[in-house]
Structure formats: structure tokens, C-alpha cells
């Protein structure tokens, strides 16, 4: 049983560029999430999933950001134009909607550390 | 005020105490409550979930939640110098599947 993959595991880009990053969650998991950590914090909401639609998003979320799930297995996290207050951990995260209340457990994968020079 | 939150620590206890973890959340309508640990530079780990007042025990973790004081607690029995992390407290509002994460207490456990 594999647990939930990202990729790339760093990335260092450019103020101003695009970057681009991958989340393979659990295989039976359809709920998948997207949560950002910085130094000293606890992960902070983005968004999520469950199958392909895009259920919640945070408000503090920038129209910068955004997230598609196309086929309701992986899932992709674009930043547009990055500035320098985006390096931080890109957490995703998944769990299995059941109707037991184990159905909230989410999963984190590796994350993605982006450092945006 | 924020939503969950956590003395940052560092917790310092030796090797074989008792370690006592405590997390406050301002949502009544909270319905899930969870436990992480981090390791530095690495992603949080679920170690323990929680859903009804009173105790949960988990091998040498115990969770505690008391939902009229917005209390949730974690003890880690004979703790290890491995136990040494940070441990994020998380809980559900209501009506939403994500996940609201206090700052995370800092555990250091002296050999």
C-alpha cells in the first residue's frame, strides 16, 4: 500500500515564474487536499477535492493559485507569477470517504518545499 | 484568537515521563480531532484521531477531548527520545472536511 507521492520534492524557481506541482494521493482515497506549511507554523488550508470537483477553497487563497483534479486520481497545485512570500512546504494530503467517521483521517504525502528567489 | 491553539513549547520531559500535550479550539461546532507529529523537514504523521468527549488510548498515547471546555489533550507514556518532534493539534469545523492546525507544540524528551 503505497501512501500519497508528490513531486517534485524541492523546487526553486524565480520570482515571477510559474511553477507546477503533483499529487498521486492514496489509490482508493477520493478526497484530496492541498494545505501550505511555513517555518514554525502549522499547515494552513488551500483547497480540496473530492473526486474531480473542486469543493473548497480558503478565502486568503490568491487567484494565483490554483488547483485541478481532472480525472479524480491526481492532482496538480499551479502559482502563477511567484513572489517571494510563496516558498513554503506544499502539503497534500488525501482520505477515503466512508461512512464511518474515519473518513476525516487524511494522509499526508512528502510535500514540496519551493523556495522562490 | 485563533482558531486552534497550542503552547509551542519546547515541552521538555525526560526519558520514561509522561508527556502532556494540550490544544484549545474555538469552534463549538469542531467534530474531529486529530493529532499529528512532525519531524523536522518532514510531513505531518496522523498518530491519533479522536470524535467523543472522553479518552482514547493508542498503545503509550492517550487522547483526550472534552468538547463543553474546547479541550483537547495528548499523553505520550514512557516517552522515548524518538518521541522528540513537533505535534500539531487539527480539527474539523463544521460542516467542512479540511483540517484547522494549531501551531504545534515543540516535545523534547532528554535521555
Known amino acids: 500500500d503505497t501512501g500519497v507521492s508528490q513531486d517534485p520534492r524541492h523546487k526553486i524557481t524565480k520570482r515571477g515564474q510559474n511553477v507546477t506541482f503533483r499529487c498521486d494521493p492514496i489509490s482508493e482515497h477520493n478526497r484530496l487536499y492541498w494545505y501550505r506549511q511555513t517555518l514554525g507554523q502549522g499547515p494552513e488550508f488551500l483547497t480540496y477535492f473530492q473526486n474531480e470537483a473542486q469543493l473548497e477553497k480558503s478565502r486568503l487563497l490568491s487567484d494565483r493559485f490554483s488547483a485541478e483534479r481532472p480525472k479524480g486520481s491526481f492532482s496538480t497545485l499551479e502559482i502563477q507569477r511567484t513572489e517571494q512570500g510563496d516558498s513554503a512546504m506544499y502539503l497534500c494530503a488525501s482520505s477515503l470517504e466512508s461512512l464511518s467517521a474515519s473518513s476525516y483521517e487524511q494522509y499526508f504525502g512528502p510535500g514540496t518545499r519551493l523556495t522562490v528567489t | 484568537q485563533k482558531e486552534v491553539e497550542q503552547n509551542s513549547g519546547p515541552l521538555s520531559v525526560p526519558e520514561g515521563a509522561i508527556a502532556s500535550l494540550n490544544c484549545t479550539y474555538s469552534?463549538?461546532?469542531?467534530?474531529?480531532f486529530f493529532w499529528y507529529r512532525q519531524y523536522s523537514g518532514k510531513s505531518p504523521e496522523l498518530i491519533m484521531s479522536?470524535?467523543?468527549?472522553g479518552d482514547k488510548e493508542d498503545g503509550r498515547f492517550t487522547a483526550q477531548l472534552n468538547k463543553a471546555s474546547q479541550y483537547v489533550s495528548l499523553l505520550i507514556r514512557d516517552s522515548q527520545p524518538s518521541d522528540s518532534a513537533t505535534y500539531l493539534c487539527a480539527v474539523t469545523p463544521d460542516s467542512s472536511y479540511k483540517l484547522i492546525f494549531g501551531s504545534g507544540t515543540r516535545l523534547l524528551v532528554r535521555p
Open positions: 479522536i470524535y467523543s468527549n
Open positions: 469552534d463549538r461546532g469542531s467534530q474531529s
